[in-house]
Each structure stands twice: as structure tokens, then as C-alpha cells.
């Protein structure tokens, strides 16, 4: 077959053109060279640049070929790009090709191509584009990772889990070497990518986390598509199944025993139970419930929080004698499901619970939780009040033994039998005392007294009529002069200690017996009151003001109780236009009879008289007589100071009126005024021979002169308003063996039978008197025996 060589161009020349195009569109970096043509039509376009693009058509003097570059070019020698060729070159070397544009001189070699004779150039500037050529230089990368996800368990086929992202830095528009391709390196079966996207889906059915909770997936990223010799890179996602209620309760065994005592108390704890749960969070959370009656009845369960366990609590107290085991039905059961798995089942499981009853040995138990008693007052002392009885709650029916705790009753007005329980009286009791009496009672076993119990016991005091009524009426009743005849003066009551049952009512009326009461009546109102009615008029103060009035009430009572009280009726007068009574004052001087002129006459004498008495004590205080020193006056017991101070405003030496008279301002003793008797001749003669003292005086008739005057000096001597005044004198020690000895009063205190009075005959005549006074011997006994002897014989 002979082809026509013009139709065989035709295609070849169709590919050069569309390559042209492709390569125009996908160069890295070009050079242009300016065409200077002025042969050539020119089309001017203004660019974005401001530059404007020439299209023009290149003569066919040019020689064209496609010029490339690989990227990353390494070695010694320049990298050959292509030829630049012009038909004016004759290939003399007279033609210089000069290379112009971006990267002109620094990547590529420059080329002559102008006319070295002329230095003009040969050919117009023309435009062309050097295509950098890019290599698979660079692996796809992740800029993130590992990375770190979760996907509910039991998840669909399929069900996206995450997306990863790989970039390349190579070209993504010429040829494969951007192209990436996702692929799962560890973690199948379970998870599968997207080679395009980098979706990561699950790739199983029924992925259960109670069996693997956690999965690590490694991802490659490979460019060239995928092809061998592409660079690939690879992260890791690390996936957790999250949890989902897909697993019912389930209880470990169906049958449990529990032990409990029966002193187990109400409100606590007496067991647990735990049903299994492979599910976490709310998803395990478990609601226990009891389905029988009886157990629910006598339990109740509820769920700790922490543990999830059902905990079993006493609702009322066991009883070891009535029964001894009880069965539970326990259920558990979710309290948050999931419909998706609704087809698993019902999500609850049931188990059976038995509670055996422990015997314990119980206090006694009494037959009331209280009791209350009744007694009447002034029982008999061991009076039977009423009885307690207890019983022992346990199967071997221990005896009991009763007591009274003393702690409130601590004056034993009661007494407990001990095995009977019966309550007696150990006092008489009163009610207008002590209504009610508040005594416990306590039981124990007699073989075991540590266990007790205890009731409280309450004994009311009954009522019977043993006080009399009394009349409330305690101040005086004021009767008007005015007083009517008929008039009620004053409404009495009555009251009774007893109860109202003893005597509700109370009656009046004046003692029987005695004559009627001129002056005044009573009458029973017969509503527990009395009236007091005068039986006459007008009541004169003056004539008699005060009436004692008794009057009888008694009670309604069984036995009948009276008493009879004694009213007094004061007669006063009433002010005038009022109601109030008020007993005037002159009422109280009528005796006296003494108008008031006297009456101020006396009081006036009263206040002089009480003046001069005040004026008299003022002056004899105040007054200050002169202490008179005679020569002759030899008291050696009167001190005398000369105070040379400074006037009588200075006293802080001593206070000289102290001296003088010490007892003046305590008390005035004043001398006794006795009239002058006489003695016996035969006393004044034994009275000459011993010492003399005021209280051995016999009176007489006559006294001599010298025996009266013995008596004013003893009178004298006792008075401690005269002088010579005792006064305290400080005397400083001067040691044992002084010659002085003690001077003190003390030691003159002994017996005169001890003392020694001749020394008062050396006194002188200046003290004859006082020696004879004081100096006569003291008669011994027996001559008071032989005075009387010889008086008997005269």
C-alpha cells in the first residue's frame, strides 16, 4: 500500500502543536528573548504587569527546540539545555548569541548571537521558555500525629473513625510524583482507610471493648500513586472503643445466705449482695429491687453508689421465737438502656437471698410500755398500789427478778415485791403534796442480771376529804358608821386543799350555841359564798370600834369537814361621796380625849425640851477646862508636857486633849448619889481593922463621919470621868536585872493575901489617910472565928 507522504505530516504535525501548548502551561521558569522583527506585523496586548505581550508569528529563520532542565542537577560539568541557532549564522564564529531574561547568567549558559563585525545583532529579540522539569524528590508527610480517636463498640461496618491528611511538596501537575495513596500498614482486620481521602472506617461486625478496648492503627501515605519506587511516609492513630450498654446484670451465683442476729437494729446494714456488670460508667449502674412481699416487708435494699452493690437494711425488728428465716428475691437490673440492643435480651438478672435469724439472749420484755396506778392518800403503810409484770422473750422462759430504780423515788414511798412484780406503799401519802408519783421499774433475769429493762411507772394520788374548808378572808372587814340596817357589809369564800370532788359546795352560819348576834347576821348564798348583814343601823367608833364575828363553814364532803374562823369588823368612818372606807386618824386618839390645842402645846414642850438637852452635850464637849497644877497637888502619876508646837493648828506631835480626859468622849459615867447610912457599932469596929471596899458595907441606921467618907472615896475611885486620867505610856526595855523591875499594872494583879503593906508606913504623913485606908491587914480565918466566938459570948 503507497501512502501519501502529505497525510502522514499531518499528525505528526497536529502532536508538536498541542505538546507546545502543554508545555507553555506547565513551565516552572522561563526566559524570554525580545524579537526586534521589523518585517514582522506585530499584535500588542497590554498585560496585568503593565508589560505588553508581542504574539507575532517567529520566521522561519529561527530554529526551534524544546528546551527542559531537571531540578536538583549535581555534578562537575554544566548541564546541557539546548541549542540556539540562526539561519544568518554561517557557522564562521562571526555570530555571538547573548542570553537575556530570569536567570539569565546565573543558571544558564550564555550563547552569542550577534554579528561580532557589525556588534549589531543578527535576528530581532524573540521570546522562549525554559522549563524546569520536576524529580520525585520529597515522601508525603503528616504535619500532625500520632493521633489519638474513639468509635462507640459495636459499630457498623464502615462506621468513619477519623481522617488523615499527607502533604507532598512535590508538583502536583507534572506527572505522579504529588500523587498520594493512603493504605493501612498495622490494624487490620479491624480498621480499613480510604486510599484517596485517608478515611479510617471499621471493618468489623460486633468490635466489643470488654474484650479489646484499645487499637493502634499505623497509616502509609505513598506518592507516584502508589507505584513502585514512589516515597512514602506513615503515622500512627490510636482508637478507643467507647462503651455502650450492651452487657446485662448478671449475679455471680442464683442462691446466697446471710447470717443476722435478731438484736440487730432497725435502720442498719445486715448484708450485701453484688450483681457483675461489664459495662462502665452509667452503663453498669444497677437498681436492686426485692420482688417477694415477706421479704420487702421486713427488708429494703438500696445501691451503693461506689461499689454498685445491693445493700440489705432492716426495716423492722427480728424476732428469733415467732420466726427464724426469711427468703429474698433480689433483682438487678440497668437503669439506662441503649434500644440498639434490645435484641440481646432484658437487661436484668434475679438471685434468692435467704436471712436466717440468730437467737440472742434478750432482756426481759414487759406486758404494757407504761403503767399508770392509783392510790388514795393516807393509805395504809404496804397498801397495794397495783403490779408489773415481765416475761423472758427467749425460747428457756428465764425467771425475773424486779426492782425500783431509787434515783426518783428517794424517799421510798414505794416497795417492789421482787418475784411477784406487786407495788406496795411504805409511807402514808398525801395529795395536797405530791399529786402524782414518778417511779421505773426495772427486770432482769435471774441468770443473767447484766440483762434489763426498764418501764416507766406512774401512781396518782386519789383524793379523800381530810382538810377542812378555811374562810379566804384575812385583812380586817371595815364597817361604815352609816352603816344600814339590812346592809350586806362583806361577801366571805371559802377554801378547801382537797379536790372538788371531796365538797364542790361550801356552807355558813354562826357557831351553834351561842346566842344570836345583835349587831350582825349571816346568810348563806348558797353558791359556796357568805353575806356578813348588819342587823342594825349606825355603828359609833367611839362606843366600839372593833367586833369579832365567828362563823362556821363546812364542806359537802364524805366525811362532812368544818372549821370555824374568826372574822374582825372594824368600825370606821367613810369618806364622803366614795365607796372606799378608810379609817381616819382621830379614830385612834379618841381615848385620849385631847383637843388639838393640847396637842400642839405638848408637842411644842417636847421640842425645847429636846433643844436644851442638844445644847447642853454640844457645850460640855466643846468646852476645855485648864489642866490646874498646884504645887501642893503631888500626883505622882500625872505627867505633865510642856508643848511649845506651833499654835494649835499643829497636832502632829500628840493630841493633849486625849491626855487629859480619854474616857470623856466615849461615855459619861456620872458618881452614884447613896444616902449616908450607918453601920453597926460592932461593924464599924471591924471595919477599922480591915481593908475596906464599897461592897462589904453593912447599912445601918447611923454611919459615922469616917465611914462615909471611906465611902465617897471608894465612890471617887470608881468614877472614870475625874481625875487623875490613865493614860498609855510606852516605857523602852532596859534589860534583865534592872533594878526598877516590871512597872506595869499586871503585876500588882495577885492576891492581896500576897502583897505586902508595910511598905505604905515610909509613904509619910502627906498619905496617912490612904495608908490607913488602904493598909489595914486582912482578917485571916481564924480570927473571924474568934471575933464571932467572943460577939456570941457578949
Same mark, same amino acid.
Request: negative net charge; glycine residues 8%; proline residues 7%.
Given at each position: 500500500m503507497k501512502v501519501n507522504p502529505s497525510y502522514c505530516l499531518c499528525p505528526v504535525l497536529l502532536c508538536l502543536c498541542f505538546l507546545e501548548r502543554g508545555y507553555e502551561a506547565s513551565h516552572h521558569s522561563q526566559a524570554k528573548?525580545?524579537?526586534?522583527?521589523?518585517?514582522?506585523t506585530h499584535n500588542h496586548n497590554q498585560t496585568k504587569d503593565g508589560e505588553t505581550e508581542v504574539h507575532h508569528r517567529p520566521k522561519r529563520g529561527w530554529i526551534w527546540n524544546q528546551f527542559f532542565v531537571l531540578e536538583e542537577h549535581i555534578g562537575p560539568d554544566a548541564q546541557y539545555v539546548g541549542k540556539l541557532h540562526s539561519n544568518?549564522?554561517?557557522?564562521? =564564529?562571526?555570530?555571538?548569541?547573548?542570553?537575556? =531574561?530570569? =536567570?539569565?547568567?546565573?543558571?544558564?549558559?550564555?550563547?552569542?548571537?550577534?554579528?561580532?563585525?557589525?556588534?549589531?545583532?543578527?535576528?530581532?529579540?524573540?521570546?522562549?521558555i525554559i522549563k524546569v522539569q520536576d524529580i520525585n524528590d520529597n515522601a508525603p508527610k503528616f504535619p500532625d500525629g500520632p493521633f489519638v480517636t474513639t468509635v462507640p463498640e459495636m459499630a457498623e461496618v464502615g462506621t468513619s473513625v477519623f481522617q488523615v491528611t499527607a502533604t507532598d511538596a512535590d508538583d502536583p501537575t507534572y506527572g505522579n510524583s504529588a500523587r498520594v495513596v493512603y493504605s493501612v500498614l498495622h490494624g487490620q482486620p479491624y480498621f480499613s482507610v480510604d486510599p484517596k481521602t485517608g478515611i479510617i472506617r471499621t471493618a468489623l461486625t460486633d468490635m466489643d471493648r470488654e474484650a479489646r478496648e484499645h487499637y493502634s492503627v499505623v497509616i502509609q501515605a505513598k506518592d507516584m500513586a502508589g507505584q513502585v519506587g514512589g516515597l512514602s511516609g506513615s503515622t500512627t492513630v490510636n482508637i478507643t472503643l467507647t462503651d455502650v450498654n450492651d452487657n446485662p446484670p448478671k449475679f455471680p451465683q442464683k442462691n446466697y445466705q446471710v447470717f443476722v442476729p435478731e438484736s440487730a437494729q432497725v435502720g442498719k446494714p445486715v448484708g450485701k449482695i453484688k450483681a457483675n456488670d461489664d459495662d462502665i460508667g452509667i452503663n453498669a449502674e444497677i437498681k436492686y429491687s426485692i420482688l417477694n412481699p415477706e421479704g420487702a416487708g421486713m427488708f429494703s435494699i438500696s445501691t451503693d453508689k461506689d461499689?454498685?452493690?445491693?445493700?440489705?437494711? *432492716?426495716?423492722k425488728p427480728l424476732n428469733y421465737e415467732k420466726k427464724k428465716q426469711y427468703s429474698l428475691h433480689i433483682s438487678a437490673e440497668n437503669t439506662h438502656l441503649d434500644p440498639r440492643f434490645s435484641y440481646l435480651g432484658s437487661f436484668k438478672d434475679d438471685a434468692t437471698l435467704k436471712i436466717t435469724v440468730g437467737d440472742v439472749d434478750e432482756p426481759p420484755v414487759f406486758s404494757m410500755d407504761y403503767y399508770i396506778m392509783e392510790v388514795y392518800e393516807n393509805a395504809k403503810v404496804g397498801t397495794e398500789v397495783g403490779a408489773v409484770t415481765a416475761r423472758d422473750p427467749d425460747s428457756k422462759n428465764s425467771p425475773v427478778r424486779y426492782f425500783i430504780e431509787r434515783r426518783e423515788d428517794k424517799e421510798v414511798y414505794f416497795d417492789i415485791e421482787s418475784i411477784s412484780g406487786v407495788i406496795r406503799t411504805t409511807q402514808l401519802l398525801d395529795r395536797e403534796d405530791t399529786p402524782w408519783h414518778n417511779i421505773t421499774v426495772m427486770a432482769t433475769e435471774e441468770d443473767n442480771?447484766?440483762?434489763?429493762?426498764?418501764? &416507766?411507772?406512774?401512781?396518782?394520788?386519789? $383524793?379523800?376529804?381530810?382538810? &377542812?374548808?378555811?374562810i379566804n378572808t384575812e385583812d380586817e372587814i371595815i364597817i361604815c358608821e352609816s352603816t344600814r340596817a339590812g346592809q350586806v357589809i362583806q361577801t366571805i369564800t371559802a377554801v378547801d386543799k382537797d379536790d372538788f370532788a371531796n365538797g364542790k359546795g361550801f356552807s355558813f352560819s354562826f357557831p351553834? =350555841?351561842? &346566842?344570836?348576834?345583835?349587831?350582825?347576821?349571816?346568810k348563806d348564798n348558797e353558791d359556796s359564798t357568805a353575806s356578813i348583814i348588819a342587823r342594825r343601823r349606825r355603828f359609833h367608833r367611839l362606843t366600839q370600834e372593833l367586833y369579832e364575828l365567828p362563823v362556821v363553814v363546812w364542806d359537802d364532803g364524805e366525811p362532812v369537814l368544818s372549821s370555824t374562823s374568826t372574822l374582825t369588823l372594824r368600825v370606821c368612818s367613810c369618806q364622803r361621796g366614795t365607796r372606799v372606807k378608810i379609817c381616819q386618824g382621830e379614830a385612834f386618839l379618841s381615848s385620849a380625849v385631847l383637843s388639838t390645842g393640847a396637842l400642839i402645846a405638848i408637842l411644842l414642850c417636847v421640842l425645847i425640851l429636846l433643844a436644851i438637852v442638844i445644847l447642853f452635850i454640844t457645850l460640855r464637849r466643846s468646852k476645855k477646862e485648864p489642866l490646874i497644877i498646884s504645887e501642893e497637888d503631888i500626883r505622882e502619876n500625872v505627867v505633865t508636857?510642856?508643848?511649845?508646837?506651833?499654835?494649835?493648828?499643829?497636832?502632829?506631835?500628840?493630841?493633849?486633849?486625849? *491626855?487629859?480626859?480619854?474616857?470623856?468622849?466615849e461615855e459619861l459615867k456620872f458618881r452614884r448619889d447613896v444616902r449616908p447610912e450607918c453601920i453597926r457599932p460592932w461593924s464599924s469596929r471591924r471595919l477599922a481593922r480591915g481593908r475596906l471596899s464599897p461592897s462589904s458595907l453593912d447599912i445601918d441606921e447611923e454611919m459615922e463621919v469616917g465611914e462615909f467618907i471611906k465611902q465617897r472615896v471608894a465612890e471617887a475611885?470608881?468614877?472614870t470621868s475625874v481625875p487623875p486620867y490613865d493614860s498609855l505610856q510606852t516605857y523602852a526595855y532596859e534589860g534583865q536585872g534592872s533594878p526598877a523591875g516590871s512597872i506595869s499594872s499586871l503585876g500588882s494583879a495577885g492576891?492581896?493575901?500576897?502583897?505586902?503593906?508595910?511598905? *505604905? $508606913?515610909?509613904w509619910g504623913p502627906k498619905f496617912e489617910k490612904i495608908a490607913e485606908l488602904y493598909g489595914e491587914e486582912v482578917e485571916t480565918a481564924s480570927e473571924s472565928t474568934e471575933k464571932a466566938e467572943s460577939e456570941k459570948q457578949t
Open positions: 528573548i525580545i524579537s526586534r522583527s521589523h518585517n514582522a544568518s549564522d554561517k557557522g564562521d =564564529g562571526s555570530v555571538r548569541y547573548i542570553l537575556s =531574561g530570569e =536567570g539569565a547568567g546565573s543558571i544558564f549558559i550564555i550563547n552569542e548571537a550577534i554579528d561580532l563585525n557589525t556588534n549589531k545583532p543578527l535576528e530581532p529579540e524573540s521570546e522562549f461499689t454498685r452493690e445491693g445493700v440489705i437494711m *432492716l426495716r442480771p447484766s440483762l434489763q429493762s426498764h418501764v &416507766p411507772v406512774t401512781v396518782q394520788v386519789l $383524793d379523800v376529804n381530810d382538810n &377542812p374548808p378555811m351553834g =350555841g351561842v &346566842p344570836a348576834n345583835p349587831n350582825f347576821t349571816i508636857y510642856d508643848d511649845e508646837g506651833g499654835g494649835e493648828e499643829d497636832t502632829e506631835a500628840f493630841d493633849i486633849i486625849a *491626855l487629859r480626859n480619854p474616857a470623856a468622849a475611885d470608881q468614877d492576891a492581896h493575901s500576897n502583897l505586902d503593906y508595910n511598905s *505604905l $508606913d515610909d
